[in-house]
T-cell receptor
Framework: EAGVAQSPRYKIIEKRQSVAFWCNPI?????LYWYQQILGQGPKLLIQ????????DSQLPKDRFSAERLKGVDSTLKIQPAKLEDSAVYLC?????????????FGPGTRLTVL | SQQGEEDPQALSIQEGENATMNCSYK?????LQWYRQNSGRGLVHLIL?????REKHSGRLRVTLDTSKKSSSLLITASRAADTASYFC??????????????FGKGTHLIIQP
């Protein structure tokens, strides 16, 4: 079974530029999550989708971050404009999305460096 | 915000020894999960324990959960060099109307000395 796919794996940009990350979840998984992991910390949830609807975006900095999952499969996370403190690994995860909360499967992440 | 803390922050042991790491959390949970992360493979799910369970085993892993103390422990027996990684506990919230994003601790960095 193919895992969660993410691209690009690495991205270097200058502050105030924009950047987009792409995620393809495990086939059949209804729920998709984006997490931000700053160096030395655990991942922090940014947004959760159930199919193509947003379930939780309470920790998403909406002035600069946006995310969409238009057809309920792939998702894109965008930062515009980027700040130095956005340097982190952005992790996408998916889960079946049925029944009680279960295992989340993580992709390899996109490491973003903002200069 | 971080849910809680793993303890210790770093642990170095000899191969073959057992490793124990602890996790504390703050709110009511549906379940608690442990993940491993190393540079090569990203975050990998290890084990899930539900709030009505007290202990769970999976291979060389043993997890305990004490909801009265809001704490959990992960025991890795007969450690191997390949167990070198960071270990995170993560909690899934109780209720929430479908919002079940995980809240992670800061992790324990485990080093297995050959």
């Amino acid at each position: 079974e193919a895992g969660v796919a993410q691209s690009p794996r690495y991205k270097i940009i200058e502050k105030r530029q924009s950047v987009a990350f792409w995620c393809n979840p495990i086939s059949g998984h209804a729920t998709l999550y984006w997490y931000q992991q700053i160096l030395g910390q655990g991942p922090k949830l940014l947004i959760q989708f159930q199919n193509n609807g947003v379930v939780d975006d309470s920790q998403l900095p909406k002035d600069r971050f946006s995310a969409e999952r238009l057809k309920g499969v792939d998702s894109t996370l965008k930062i515009q404009p980027a700040k130095l403190e956005d340097s982190a690994v952005y992790l996408c995860a998916s889960s079946l999305g049925r029944g009680p909360p279960g295992t989340q499967y993580f992709g390899p992440g996109t490491r973003l460096t903002v200069l | 915000s971080q849910q809680g803390e793993e303890d210790p922050q770093a642990l170095s042991i000899q191969e073959g020894e057992n490793a124990t790491m602890n996790c504390s959390y703050k709110t009511s949970i549906n379940n608690l999960q442990w993940y491993r992360q190393n540079s090569g493979r990203g975050l990998v799910h290890l084990i899930l324990i539900r709030s009505n369970e007290r202990e769970k085993h999976s291979g060389r892993l043993r997890v305990t959960l004490d909801t009265s103390k809001k704490s959990s422990s992960l025991l890795i027996t007969a450690s191997r060099a390949a167990d070198t990684a960071s270990y995170f506990c993560a909690t899934a919230p109780l209720g929430g109307g479908g919002a079940d994003g995980l809240t992670f601790g800061k992790g324990t960095h485990l080093i297995i000395q050959p």
